[in-house]
């Protein structure tokens, strides 16, 4: 077989097993094998699957022999961010509190997976219990961006990002709490998208903060996010915040996206509190590029004004962190994971509380449990958390004004390019935290949006945001598809065929195989 086939979209991969031309069983070892090849310098992943892949790959080949109904993408590979559990197969959350905890059950989104023929190749690396945004913050080592091994691939999912970059799988889950899909996407030159809140089922997903999280699909295309979406998304009675309503054909959005004149009279908003002199200068040309392009293809362009955003990041880092510390009050050594006693002195409930708590979690978890546990305490919880959610409140209001004025909203999804290693100062995290204005209104609202390549600045990728309405992820995938096709087209090629396909050694996480 001379075609490199981890090169192939999940769309031409599926397409190409529907046909015959290869077998299940070849694609995944295909993809194993760049793993092999690469995961020593980019660690994306902390634990590989190659057995349980190839048996799914194997009774799918067996399946479509016998002329037995499959899912259209039976047979595609997929990462999967591992804050999903899955039984049997280890579950860390990028934590050494989870280090060696093999769940006894499975997420919904995965039963989804192997329900429809798609092996898992393994678990992908991640910020810390998804607190983070360079994947710097993994108890396990870091994720290096394939575009350039000396950058961050983002966080909090960096190494689903990374996989998907770096042609270790076509397909990859992650899970966005404030942008931890969007963001890692923007710097890999990826597409990933945030569904609306409750259209994805997060039952047996690690939770940081309930009323926030989301999981959501990434991708080198539209097409491939759309494909998985739609796989993942449903109804889940196991999950109370799940919605009832069904699941739109949204691989029909992408198709209605790329047809002559899809933009045609589409009103498109930029938003006056997340103005282009927040961005860098290299970020705000490919933006207003991609804009032009969408304007040239008969878009409207419309400002919008969205007061309440000027305190959105604000709400977010307090309602954020107090659900996460509630969330990781189970953690405690002697519920769930790790357990310590002391070195010295009596061993009680609060002396291995203590010890277990400050093993088991990093800087930037305590960091954050702390302004949580704080900011919900007696005397404080309506002064912080309390006055929080009335903004939370605003900034749904200030959503929905603007969608009656256009159809979708666009930003770029990150103020800058991918970042060196060792960019965030421990002693400023505020800085690093400011990098998430323009993603985290979608969480806070539970609104979709999507983050898709929108060119390269200095040879590395821009990511260019779309939001839409509650319940319209369909619309995000049309506007989207049709971004896509223009920036393709103006570039000649896809972005991310200019990834670097070898890398140097650059150390890795912890990887173990399973």
């Given amino acids: 077989m001379t075609e490199d086939l981890t ?32 995961d020593a310098a980019l ?10 892949a190839l048996a799914t790959a194997a009774e799918v080949d067996r399946k479509r022999a016998a002329g037995e109904a499959l899912h259209p993408y039976a047979g595609v590979p997929v990462s999967v961010k591992d804050v999903v559990v899955t039984a049997g197969i280890r579950t860390t959350a990028g934590s050494k509190m ?32 998804a607190m983070g945004s360079t994947t710097e913050h993994s108890a396990f080592g870091p994720t290096h961006n394939p575009w350039d091994t000396t950058t961050v691939p983002g966080g909090s999912s960096g190494g689903a990002a990374a996989s998907a970059a770096a042609f270790q799988a076509p397909l990859a889950v992650g899970t966005d709490t404030g942008g931890s899909i969007r963001q890692p996407a923007a710097f890999t030159g990826t597409v990933g998208v945030k569904p609306t809140y409750g259209s994805v089922s997060r039952y047996g997903v690690v939770a940081m903060a309930s009323s926030l999280d989301q999981v959501g699909p990434m991708g080198r295309t539209v097409a491939d996010a759309a494909a998985l ?43 006056r509190q997340l103005s282009a002199d927040d961005y860098a200068a290299d970020v705000r040309d490919a933006f207003h590029a991609a804009l032009a392009l969408a304007e040239s293809a008969g878009a409207q362009i419309v400002e919008v004004d969205m007061p309440s955003l000027a305190y959105a990041l604000d709400a977010y880092y307090l309602i954020m962190p107090s659900e996460a510390s509630s969330n990781l009050a189970r953690y405690d050594g002697m519920r769930f994971g790790l357990r310590v006693e002391p070195e010295t002195g009596p061993v009680t409930a609060e002396t291995v509380m203590s010890a277990t708590r400050a093993a088991g979690f990093g800087s930037e978890v305590k960091r954050r449990i702390l302004l949580g546990t704080y900011a919900l305490s007696a005397g404080y919880y309506d002064a912080y958390y309390g006055s929080a959610q009335k903004v939370r409140t605003l900034v749904q209001r200030d959503f929905a004004a603007a969608f009656e004025q256009v159809d979708v909203l666009v930003t770029p999804t990150a103020p800058t390019t991918a970042l060196p290693f060792g960019s965030e100062d421990a002693s400023d995290p505020m800085a690093l935290y400011l990098g998430d204005a323009a993603t985290i209104p979608a969480n806070l609202a539970g609104i979709p949006a999507m983050s898709l390549p929108a060119g390269l600045a200095n040879g590395m990728p821009v990511g260019f945001q779309l939001l839409a309405p509650a319940r319209e992820d369909a619309r995000l995938y049309e506007v989207g598809s049709a971004i896509e096709a223009l920036v393709t087209d103006a570039a000649g090629t896809p972005v991310w ?18």
Wanted: aromatic share 6%.
């Fill in 7 to 38: 090169r192939l979209t999940a769309a031409q991969l599926a397409a190409g097993l529907r046909a015959g031309d290869y077998s299940a069983t070849d694609v995944t070892r295909s993809h194993l094998d760049r793993i092999d090849a690469t």
């Fill in 98 to 129: 989870l280090e060696d905890w093999v769940p006894p059950y499975d997420a919904t989104v995965y039963t989804k997976i192997k329900d429809a023929g798609l092996p898992v190749l393994g678990k992908t690396n991640l910020d810390e219990f």
């Fill in 497 to 514: 065929a200019g990834v670097p396909t070898e890398y140097a050694a650059a150390g890795s996480p912890t990887t173990t195989s399973a």
């Fill in 43 to 52: 660690g994306s992943f902390l634990t590989v699957t190659p057995d349980t």
């Fill in 229 to 271: 979406h739609q796989l993942l998304a449903g109804h889940d009675a196991q999950d109370s915040t799940s919605l009832t309503d069904p699941v739109p054909d949204l691989l029909a959005a992408v198709e209605a996206g790329v047809r002559d004149g899809s933009l045609k009279g589409k009103r498109l908003g930029t938003v």
